[in-house]
């Protein structure tokens, strides 16, 4: 079997589509839409997703979705989806997902903040704060005791983490990412050259983020950075003036926009997005001009702010400067 569908149906997928490939959580195939729209240009990525838990799909490219049905219609002529979906299974799988709402999955544990053991990493953090009077506890997902965290969370000490653990636990404070997949660890000494240290704690399909909440629950606005320390600060003094008309601030870890926008959609349904990137100097308008082009059918504006005469939005003061993509 393959998740929800009768072993045939890998069969119909390679025989209609030029290539197939299948992931732990969805079969990955090139977009009949896209493939219409564009038949001259050569193709290189898969776009299109069909669940392997339910009879769904969805295009990150053109943003086409919704039952099965609907996808081997446009391929088949017409709709031949039962055929291919074991009906039994559907309703074993929609029961245990029923049963895993009802019983939510155990979240990583977080050690309590010692702010005078680690008093060194808790002067670092208000420092990269601006000295608000926010308390440390109000930073979502703040590690100071790295060798805490590994421990209540039973977290097997792999040979490349029993080389770092000492290091991180004297030298770094660290956050964890929304998913749970990852913890991102900044060293607390500005002289260094060894700055940051990511660990991944699990694999996951889509790129995991650092994810903090606005003011408006119903906005399709999101206002994205590279760094943690960008979105904290700017969430808590609001440079921008735009927290109450966003709905999520989201540290993309790195330069990546174009896979956290798809990460984005993913996990949090929001399907055509108004993009606020505070941007570090040494990033172009031409790159996001070109992350608008490549990305427009997933954008519904975008706009990039740089901290004027500064690195980024987490170096003090911040002066905003605003540019319509």
């Given at each position: 079997?393959?998740?929800?569908?009768?072993?045939?149906?890998?069969?119909?997928?390679?025989?209609?589509?030029?290539?197939?490939?299948?992931?732990?959580?969805?079969?990955?195939?090139?977009?009949?839409?896209?493939?219409?729209?564009?038949?001259?240009?050569?193709?290189?990525?898969?776009?299109?997703?069909?669940?392997?838990?339910?009879?769904?799909?969805?295009?990150?490219?053109?943003?086409?979705?919704?039952?099965?049905?609907?996808?081997?219609?446009?391929?088949?002529?017409?709709?031949?989806?039962?055929?291919?979906?074991?009906?039994?299974?559907?309703?074993?799988?929609?029961?245990?997902?029923?049963?895993?709402?009802?019983?939510?999955?155990?979240?990583?544990?977080?050690?309590?903040?010692?702010?005078?053991l680690f008093h060194l990493k808790s002067l670092f953090m208000k420092k990269r704060l601006g000295y608000t009077?926010?308390?440390?506890?109000?930073?979502?997902?703040?590690?100071?005791?790295?060798?805490?965290?590994?421990?209540?969370?039973?977290?097997?000490?792999?040979?490349?983490?029993?080389?770092?653990?000492d290091f991180l636990q004297e030298n770094f404070v660290g956050v964890l990412t929304e998913n749970e997949t990852k913890v991102i660890f900044r060293n607390i000494d500005p002289e260094t050259d060894f700055r940051y240290y990511k660990y991944q704690i699990r694999q996951t399909e889509f790129l995991d983020y650092y994810k903090l909440v606005g003011g408006s629950y119903n906005s399709n606005q999101v206002i994205l950075a590279e760094g943690i320390f960008d979105i904290l600060s700017e969430s808590i003094f609001d440079n921008v003036g735009l927290k109450n008309s966003t709905k999520l601030y989201a540290a993309a870890l790195s330069k990546s926009y174009s896979s956290l926008l798809k990460s984005i959609i993913f996990?949090?349904?929001?399907?055509?997005?108004?993009?606020?990137?505070l941007s570090d100097k040494d990033v172009e308008l031409e790159d996001y001009k070109k992350l608008k082009k490549y990305n427009g059918h997933i954008i519904e504006s975008l706009t990039v702010y740089y901290n004027k005469n500064k690195k980024d939005f987490a170096d003090f003061p911040v002066l905003p400067e605003k540019f319509i993509i």
């Open positions: 079997m393959l998740g929800i569908y009768k072993d045939d149906f890998k069969i119909f997928l390679e025989q209609n589509f030029r290539s197939v490939r299948i992931t732990s959580k969805n079969i990955i195939l090139p977009c009949s839409w896209c493939e219409q729209d564009t038949p001259n240009v050569k193709k290189k990525h898969y776009h299109l997703y069909i669940a392997l838990n339910a009879p769904i799909f969805y295009c990150f490219r053109c943003s086409n979705g919704g039952g099965l049905y609907k996808l081997l219609q446009k391929v088949a002529g017409t709709d031949v989806s039962e055929k291919y979906i074991d009906k039994e299974l559907v309703k074993k799988v929609s029961k245990d997902q029923i049963q895993r709402v009802e019983e939510p999955k155990k979240r990583l544990q977080l050690p309590e903040l010692d702010e005078e009077n926010s308390p440390l506890s109000s930073v979502k997902g703040l590690i100071l005791d790295a060798n805490k965290f590994w421990e209540v969370n039973n977290i097997p000490i792999t040979s490349d983490l029993f080389r770092m653990k996990n949090e349904q929001i399907f055509k997005l108004r993009v606020i990137i």
